[in-house]
């Protein structure tokens, strides 16, 4: 499918810009390059052993507007990844495609035991229909119910890591979502995933309203086996922000746990333009006596969205100068380890639609001294167009 979509998407380009009048179609995306190393202290050594990673990555978002009611739209990622981690792991091709396709498989790839990959995936396909207060939107998507800043358990359709931030837009789903509009600040919203299962169903209503100076949010439906009831808010304390989330899931197996889980922030914006953003976190499917290194290999979900129960976070970022930003993040959670996650990261713009990004990513533990298991680096080119 994503084969065949790639060359129809530039023979539609090439069609509408013989045209005279103004196109009804729209052509972005961006090229991006990574350089990635990482450090990975090995059990029962004391040494670290480099791996070194390269990726180059594509992205192509088309718009058509056949009228003014109804939008198609068509977004393809297209990947070539090179080094370490491509040459020792087999199923690298299996686990790119589990984290992009959902009902339907719409990706492609290829690797070599040489180290060499190539993925592609068609990420979003959806139509889009807006009639007066009505808005239908089916295929692959992005239902993006959550509120908060860095964690969202009303996000039940298509959970992400905010460690991945590599991937600005975010997994879709295969769903049907229709809303209503009720006012300015309000809004009927219901969404459901495609399943083959029942116990594999995803299916909810969204009631959004506005009271006092906050807006509001309730949900309530089904999450793969699991009946959720859910709801946030979003408003100001003083001249700062205050948004959070809860979400509780209980089983609709005998088999299954109760589990919930709730996030709150504040984030502000001194004069001086230094932005510091704060939350907390609790979920009740984490561990307290994890290792820090779960933090890249645990199981996400909207019922477990950090692999520790309970999580705080602290982010500060400035514009240095005109040109560069600084951002800095640190994650602590309490338990038998102390996990900590520091993330620090410069961008800088090197010229119109072009951007430098130095990353880092490193997780502590504690076991009578602070020690760091794993440390990456990530050196990203991008050019938008």
């Given at each position: ?5 790639i ?26 390059s990574?350089?990635?190393?990482y ?25 058509w507007?056949?009228?003014?009611n ?30 992009s ?24 396909f ?27 358990p ?15 837009e975010?997994p879709?789903s295969?769903a049907l ?13 219901v ?8 116990d594999?169903?995803?299916g909810a ?14 949900l309530?439906?089904?999450a793969e086996?699991f ?8 408003g ?14 209980t ?10 889980a709730?996030?709150a922030g ?8 230094i932005y510091?953003n ?12 994890s290792?820090?290194e ?6 996400l ?31 602590y ?12 990261a ?9 951007d ?13 001294k ?9 050196l990203?080119v991008?050019?938008?167009f």
């Open positions: 499918m994503v084969k065949l979509f060359p129809l998407l530039f023979a539609s380009v090439t069609l509408f810009s013989q045209e005279d009048k103004a196109p009804n179609w729209d052509l972005r995306g961006y090229l991006k990574m350089q990635t190393t450090f990975v202290k090995l059990p029962l050594s004391s040494e670290s052993t480099m791996f070194n990673d390269q990726l180059l990555h594509n992205r192509l978002n088309f718009r507007f056949p009228s003014e109804f939008t198609l739209t068509a977004e393809v990622r297209n990947r070539i990844f090179w080094g370490d981690q491509v040459r020792f792991d087999p199923g690298f091709i299996k686990n790119a495609n589990e984290g396709d959902d009902f339907f498989d719409w990706s492609a790839g290829y690797r070599n035991k040489k180290g060499y990959a190539l993925h592609t995936t068609l990420d979003r959806y139509g889009e229909y807006k009639v007066g207060l009505w808005e239908v939107r089916l295929g692959r998507q992005r239902v993006n119910w959550g509120i908060g800043t860095t964690w969202n009303n996000d039940i359709f298509n959970t992400f890591s905010f460690t991945d931030f590599d991937y600005e975010r879709g295969d979502r229709v809303q209503r509009y009720t006012g300015v600040a309000s809004s009927v919203e969404a459901v995933k495609a399943f083959r299962h029942w594999e169903a995803t209503i969204l009631a959004k309203f506005h009271t006092g100076s906050y807006d509001w949010q309730v309530a439906g089904v086996n009946g959720v009831l859910g709801g946030g808010w979003a100001n304390l003083g001249d700062a922000s205050f948004k959070g989330e809860a979400a509780f899931f089983p609709l197996s005998d088999s299954l746990d109760n589990s919930y709730m996030t504040i984030d502000y914006t001194f004069s001086n333009q510091l704060a939350g907390l976190l609790f979920n009740s499917k984490g561990s307290t006596d290792g820090a779960d933090l890249f290999t645990f199981e979900s909207a019922r477990n969205l950090y692999p520790y129960r309970y999580a705080a976070l602290l982010q500060v970022a400035y514009p240095l100068t005109p040109l560069l930003n600084g951002n800095f993040v640190a994650v959670s309490p338990g038998s380890a102390n996990a900590l996650f520091v993330n620090p410069l961008t800088y713009s090197l010229a119109p639609n072009w430098l990004d130095v990353v880092a990513q490193v997780i502590f533990q504690k076991d009578g602070y020690e760091s298991p794993v440390q990456a680096g990530f990203r991008k050019w938008s």
